[in-house]
């Protein structure tokens, strides 16, 4: 498996600790241990510019991610094919206002987003209500399921 990790930004990342939540998101949801996924972490300016281009909005967003290969969960019989799920792009300055209105740390707002994002790429969407519930209930399970790993 080839999870990159790269920090384009002044936000001093754990690197490893993304690297370990991806590890820990592909074998929850069945995805075959050789598939790649970028992770990418940005500033504001390179976050708005991806924000126009790719949505037509304006300003910077927390999170944007790039299938690349179409790839969907497995099973516990059967795990996805390898391949390439894609690139997630994150912006810490953004997730740092977001995590203090949370009321946690901007690390655990970025491994949340991240997880958003890694869902994204598995075909998990959030536009009709029924959607948003299935998505962001797997997303908090497999957060706090990673969270509690790590602490035991």
Same mark, same amino acid.
């Given at each position: 498996?080839?999870?990159?990790?790269?920090?384009?930004?002044?936000?001093?990342?754990?690197?490893?600790?993304?690297?370990?939540?991806?590890?820990?998101? *592909?074998?929850?949801?069945?995805i075959? &241990?050789? @598939?790649e996924? =970028? $992770?990418?972490?940005?500033?504001?300016?390179?976050?708005?510019?991806?924000?126009?281009?790719?949505?037509?909005?304006?300003?910077?967003?927390?999170?944007?991610? *790039?299938?690349?290969d179409?790839?969907? &969960?497995? @099973?516990?019989? =059967? $795990?996805?094919?390898?391949?390439?799920?894609g690139?997630?792009?994150?912006?810490?300055?953004v997730?740092?206002?977001?995590?203090?209105a949370?009321?946690?740390?901007?690390?655990?707002?970025?491994?949340?987003?991240?997880?958003?994002?890694?869902?994204?790429?598995?075909?998990?969407?959030?536009a009709?209500?029924?959607?948003?519930?299935?998505?962001?209930?797997?997303?908090?399970?497999l957060?706090?399921?990673?969270?509690a790993?790590?602490?035991?």
């Amino acid at each position: 498996m080839s999870i990159e990790v790269n920090n384009e930004s002044d936000y001093a990342v754990p690197e490893t600790e993304f690297v370990e939540l991806a590890r820990f998101v *592909f074998d929850a949801m069945h995805i075959h &241990p050789l @598939t790649e996924l =970028s $992770v990418l972490f940005v500033d504001t300016d390179t976050m708005s510019d991806l924000h126009v281009q790719w949505m037509d909005l304006e300003g910077p967003t927390d999170v944007m991610s *790039f299938p690349m290969d179409e790839l969907r &969960p497995g @099973t516990e019989n =059967s $795990v996805t094919p390898a391949g390439l799920l894609g690139d997630i792009v994150l912006c810490p300055t953004v997730a740092i206002e977001q995590a203090q209105a949370a009321g946690h740390s901007t690390v655990e707002e970025l491994l949340l987003l991240t997880v958003h994002g890694i869902l994204h790429l598995l075909g998990y969407d959030h536009a009709e209500p029924e959607e948003e519930k299935e998505m962001f209930a797997l997303q908090r399970h497999l957060l706090l399921t990673f969270l509690a790993s790590r602490s035991s």
